[in-house]
């Protein structure tokens, strides 16, 4: 997508209004993000969205991450640079005055009233973004149960999270294996950046698609 002032503007005014309704994290207006950036704007499919926000959560560091990654999807690294901005900016200057605030009335009995009801709020921000996750990526019922499996295991087994993404990793192994480059790789064709190769034997043909015949060389020993 072009990188121009409208969209970059766009892309600032949208995630500076959400954060400041993003109680309990980026993670909470996920929802909002979808509906927007999918259904509204079309930037991103549903498997694009639930992809980066996969990515958002095995990458080291916040979840505020997954913002990042639309805005580099739209607009390149000024998206991405403009949305992270747009996304913390607001709320840390609001959670500074928040904070003070919050410390002078601590003793209020409205302040344990409001701090009460924010929890319910935030627990049902953060379940309506698992719903959104769950109903874009589910796309198969292996992906179901693995969904299904973390959530009992985590809840009621408390193992560590590395096993889930183990079984979610090895899940997706036989689609790997019979890819189209894996099965060339495994016939002996190799990735060639340097040469054009046209045409191909029958042999690759019947065994790979049709893309590779324009980006991959031969290497069979005769």
């Known amino acids: 997508m072009k990188t121009d002032g409208?969209?970059?503007l766009t892309l600032a005014v949208f995630f500076a209004t959400t954060s400041l309704f993003a109680i309990g994290g980026?993670?909470?207006a996920v929802p909002e993000m979808h509906r927007y950036a999918v259904d509204v704007q079309h930037?991103?499919?549903?498997?694009?969205?639930s992809e980066a926000f996969a990515l958002a959560q095995i990458t080291p560091g916040p979840n505020v991450i997954i913002v990042t990654l639309i805005?580099?999807?739209v607009a390149?690294?000024?998206g991405g640079l403009i949305t992270t901005l747009a996304m913390c900016?607001?709320?840390c200057v609001f959670a500074y005055f928040?904070?003070?605030a919050s410390d002078r009335f601590k003793g209020a009995a409205w302040h344990g009233a409001l701090s009460r009801g924010l929890i319910p709020v935030t627990l049902g921000l953060l379940a309506s973004s698992a719903t959104v996750i769950a109903t874009t990526s589910d796309y198969s019922w292996l992906a179901m149960a693995i969904t299904a499996g973390t959530a009992i295991a985590a809840f009621f087994v408390r193992v560590h999270p590395l096993w889930a993404f183990a079984v979610a990793a090895s899940s997706a192994l036989p689609d790997w294996f019979n890819a189209p480059q894996a099965r060339a790789y495994r016939l002996g064709f190799w990735p060639c950046r340097r040469f054009d190769c046209p045409s191909f034997n029958a042999k690759l043909m019947a065994a790979t698609q049709p893309d590779l015949s324009k980006s991959r060389c031969a290497?069979?020993?005769t």
């Open 26 to 28: 980026a993670n909470s």
């Open 43 to 49: 930037w991103l499919s549903d498997r694009q969205f």
């Open 89 to 91: 900016g607001p709320t």
């Open 76 to 78: 390149g690294v000024a």
């Open 219 to 221: 290497n069979i020993s």
């Open 6 to 8: 409208g969209i970059l």
């Open 98 to 100: 928040v904070g003070r």
């Open 71 to 73: 805005g580099y999807h």
